[in-house]
Nanobody
């Protein structure tokens, strides 16, 4: 089994910054991709950013130039540095990982519990 634990959410002012972290633990052989999603109240969950094991990254247009995703493969941890925050960034942010376990099964999809980000104007 694999667990994802997020941290770093909270309250920020518009124009401010926050950094989210997500650490994966458990039976992990490799993590081909790690993602950040967000879900605002009353809206569907949306993909914010992806980072692959070779460090290739992708961003939603709404966060390009403001958010930076990175990962530490030695710690199985993914980060999301969020700068120039806007009120519309307010949402619950979820970590997601595609994991191949130590029995070489997968990749399987795992989710964190979510962390709330609130940006005030």
């Amino acid at each position: 089994q694999v667990q994802l634990v997020e941290s770093g959410g909270g309250l920020a002012q518009a124009g401010g910054s926050l950094t989210l972290s997500c650490a994966a633990s458990g039976s992990i052989f490799s993590i081909p991709a790690m993602n950040w999603y967000r879900q605002a109240p009353g809206e569907q969950r949306q993909l914010v950013s992806t980072i692959f094991s070779d460090s290739t990254t992708h961003y939603a247009d709404s966060v390009k130039g403001r958010f930076t995703i990175s990962r530490d493969n030695t710690k199985n941890t993914v980060y999301l540095q969020m700068n120039s925050l806007k009120p519309e960034d307010t949402a619950d942010y979820y970590c997601n990982a595609l994991v191949v376990d130590n029995s070489r099964r997968g990749p399987r999809n795992y989710w964190g519990q979510g962390t709330r980000v609130t940006v005030s104007s």
